[in-house]
C-alpha cells in the first residue's frame, strides 16, 4: 500500500510538470485521474509505466519530476517564505510566494498603480506627491533594494523600505496591510543606489548617493567636479512606532565624489558600521562628443578603489554635538570632520567593485569585482582596530585616511567572471552571482578556496538572494537567481524580453534549478526573501481606517450619516458603500465646483472589496473592507457622468453605480 502511495505522489507530480509548463489546468485533473485509476487499478505496474510514459512524451528527465515535487504548492496550501523584490524601472514592488514561485501581489510604490486605486485621485496621491524632487512630481522610479526591517538582525516582518536608483528617494512599505505609507525625497543627492539598508535594529535606512553631484544639485560646471562634485550617504532615522521615516531626525555624511554603489550595514560583531563600495576614483566625467574618453573607460584606468569604511555611531554623536554644517534643510556631517574623527576611512578594492554583503556574523564583508575575477573579504574586526590604532597607509586626494589593503583583509577568493553579489546559507556557504559566466558560484566562507560548484543560469544573472539571506541566522534552503536576459527561455513577447527568477535549491550538497519565473513587468534587481509566518497582514481593516494615514479618518462615513453638504462652490459628499450599492448614488454639483467624495467601506468581511470611479475623471480607488478614502477633483467639464464599482463584488456587482451631473454654468 505504502508504494501505491509513493507511485501515486509520483505521478501527481508528473501531472504538475504538465501543468505547470504547457498545457493548463485541465490535463492536471486528467493527469491526477489517471493516476488514481493507475494506481487503483492494475497497481505499481500500470502507474509507473504511466508516469514512464508521460515523462517520455513530455521529454521529462527524473530531475524535472523532483523539481516539480519541491516546488508544487497545491491548490489552498500556503507557501514558506514570501519574496519582496523591486520592480525595476516599474517603480514598485513584486511580491512572490516561494517555492510555488506564484505572484502574489504587485505594490504600488513610487509609480501610480490602478488596481490598487495607488495615485489615481484618492489620499494615495499625497504620499505620491510627497516624492516630488523640486517643482516636479514623479510618476516613475527605477527601484533597486527592498529591504526588510529588522530586529536584532532579523528579519522581524513589520516593513519594507526601498530606493529610486533616478530620483533619490526612498519609500516605507507598511506589511500589515502591504501599503507604501511614505516617500522621502533626497535633498541632496542626485541619484542613489546603495540603499536601502537598514542597521540591525532599523535605527537607520541608509541611503547612498551614486551618480556625484553638488549636493543639493546645484549647478558646477563639470571642470569644478573634483572641487564641488560630492557623494554623500544619508541616515534616514526611522521612528518604528509611527511607522514611518523622521526627516528632521535623519542626516548625512559628505563622501567624497567617487561614485559610490553598493553598501551594507555591519552586524553583531561589526554593529554601528556601515561599508560602501565605490568606482570611478579616476574623477572621469566623459566627454564624448569632445573625443575624450567615456567614463566607462576613464573610470577603470586605476587598479584600485575605495571601499568607504562608516563609524555610523560615531558620526551619529558628532552629529549630535553639532558637527555638522546643513545643507538643503539636511544636517551634514563635512568630509574633513568625517575624516579627522575615525567616522570615514578608506581602503583600496579591486577594480570597478560591485556588490558589498556583510557576512552573518558581522565579521567580513564581501565585495566583488566587475573586472576583476575576485571577492574579496575585509576584516570588519582589523579594520576596526587599524581605524583605531590610525594606523593608515595614506591619505587620498581629499586627505581621508587610507588602510593598508593587506592589513585590512581576510583573503580573496578565485571566483570566475564577473563576481557582483554574494549571499549567505546557514553552513557557512556563500553563493556568488558571476554576471560574465552566467553561473551561481557556492564557495565556503571557512576555508575560501575556490568555488565547490558552479551552476550555469540563463542567463547574465545580476543579483542573487537567499531565504532570510541578509540576517545574522540565514535559513539556507533556497536561493533565487535574479538573471537579466532569458532569450530562447520562454515563449517570444518581442524586442523586450522578461527578466528570469530561478529558484534554486541549496539544501543539499549539489544545487539543484528547480523553477524559472519570467518577470514580464519589470527589471528587479535586488529581492529578500523572509519566512512567510513572521508577516502578520491584516485581513480588513479597522472600520473607516485611512490605510494612508493610519488613522481613522476624521471624515469617516457611518451607515445612515451619509450626506451631501455644499457650501459656496465646495461639495462635501459623505459616501458608503456596500454590497452593492453606494449611498448617495445621485450626486449633482454645479460646473467649477470644488468636490471631495470621502467614502467609507461598510464591509467587514474578509476579501469583499468594492472600487470606484468616474467616467473621464480620472478618479479610481479600490475600497477594501473598512477602508477610507477621500477623492477631490474639480468638477470642470459639464454633463453626464455615471460613477461604478470596478470590482466584482456580487452578483449585483454591475447595479453598483451611480450618477455625478454636473450641471454647465449659465452663461
Ligand atoms: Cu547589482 Cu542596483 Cu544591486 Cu542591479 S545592482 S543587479
Ligand atoms: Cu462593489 Cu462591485
Known sequence: MRALTLVGITILATGVVSAGIVVGCENQHLAQQQAVSGGGGSGNLGASASIQQLMKERGLREADVTAALKTYVPTGKMDEYYLFTSGGQSGNVNVIGVPSMRILKVIGVFSPESWQGWGYGGDSNKIIEKGAQGPHRLYWADTHHPNLSEMKGDYDGKFLFINDKANARVAVVDLEDFSTKQIVANPLAASDHGGTFVTPNTEYVIETSQYPAPLGREYAPLDQYKDKYRGVVVFWKFDRTKGRIDPAKSWAIELPPYT???ADAGKLDSDGWAYINSLNTELATGGTLQGKPPIESGA?????????????KKGEELVNAGKTKTIAGMRVLPMDVAGAEGVLTLVGEPKSPHGCDVTPDGKNVVVGGKLDTHVTLYDTAKMKSLIEQKKFEGKDIYGLPVMGFKDAVTGQVEIGLGPLHTVFDDKGNAYTSVFIESVVAKWSTKDLKKPVEKLKVHYNIGHITAAEGDTVSPDGKYVVAMNKMSMDRFLPVGPLFPQNFQLVD????????????????SEPHYAQMIKADKLKPLKVYKPGTNPYTDQIDPNRVEGGKERIVKNGNKVEVFMTAIRSHYVPDQIEVDEGDDVTLHITSLESAEDQTHGFTIDMYNVHVSLEPGKHDNISFKADVPGTFPFYCTEFCSALHLEMAGYLLVKPKQH
Open 260 to 262: 559610490q554603489d553598493l
Open 506 to 521: 541549496i539544501s543539499g550538497d549539489k544545487m539543484q534549478l528547480l523553477a524559472d519565473l519570467p518577470i514580464g513587468n
Open 300 to 312: 577603470s584606468q586605476n587598479d584600485m578603489d575605495y571601499l568607504h569604511v562608516i563609524n555610523w
